[in-house]
């Protein structure tokens, strides 16, 4: 017997669909979880090859700034086994070496002269100063001794007219007795021939004279004196009187 509703619309029928499985392992979870390590491994392996891509794209980078560099470098010319020449620079040290050492030659030569011509200066004034001295001293007792020892102090012409009147001197001497003491108290080099070894000098001496029946004097005198150097020094040429007033 069929019933009929009124008024109500069928209710359509759902099938229902087939069920999904629970059981087991679920793969979809597992596999999920295992990307990202297979993920990180992919990724690790991109970088290395990366890498020598970078580099060599870094060197293709650097090269065109080194190329003018390089082009500069090859431009010079290479020495044996692809060495510069250094001879510019050598030249430059050898020029300036050389400079500074003829300098320093000079230098040493000016002053090597100033020092031989100091030398001979005090060397010539200190033997002037003592054999003036010398000359206008003597001893009545020892007359003999102080004659050597005027010939000992000079040379030349000097030396020749002292020893011709070395007996009538010596007589003079032993019949006024007493004793002459001369002491320089200045001197100066007027004159001085380095090279040819000749100097003048011009003195102050202060003398003493004792004699036998006589009280003793002080006198002064001014001389101008010769000088020429010789194997044993400087010794005197000539000696003269010089005039109160006269400088030369």
């Not at 990180?40 to 090269?63: D, H, I, K, Q, V």
């Not at 080194?66 to 692809?82: I, N, S, V």
Request: proline share 6%.
């Amino acid at each position: 017997m069929t019933t009929e509703v009124s008024g109500r619309e069928p209710t359509p029928r759902t099938e229902p669909g087939p069920e999904k499985e629970t059981g087991g392992r679920e793969e979809p979870a597992t596999g999920t979880q295992s990307m990202p390590e297979e993920e990180s491994g992919g990724e690790a392996a991109r970088s290395a090859e990366e890498e020598p891509a970078r580099g060599a794209e870094a060197a293709s980078t650097a090269t065109p700034a080194a190329a003018p560099d390089a082009a500069g470098e090859a431009a010079q010319p290479l020495g044996p086994a692809g060495q510069r020449p250094v001879w510019p620079a050598a030249l430059l040290v050898a020029a300036l070496l050389f400079c500074a050492i003829s300098g320093w030659i000079y230098w040493r030569a000016d002053t090597d002269d100033d020092l031989a011509y100091s030398r001979a200066r005090d060397r010539a004034l200190a033997a002037g100063r003592a054999h003036l001295a010398t000359l206008n001293s003597v001893d009545a007792a020892h007359v003999e001794a102080d004659l050597r020892e005027w010939r000992r102090a000079a040379t030349g012409p000097l030396r020749d007219e002292l020893r011709r009147s070395e007996k009538k001197s010596a007589k003079t001497l032993r019949e006024r007795g007493g004793t002459v003491r001369a002491e320089v108290t200045d001197a100066a080099l007027t004159g001085l021939d380095d090279t040819a070894g000749t100097a003048t000098l011009i003195a102050t001496l202060r003398i003493r004279t004792a004699t036998r029946s006589g009280t003793p004097a002080t006198d002064r005198k001014r001389m101008r004196a010769g000088l020429e150097r010789t194997e044993q020094g400087w010794k005197l040429t000539s000696v003269t009187p010089v005039a109160v007033g006269e400088e030369s």
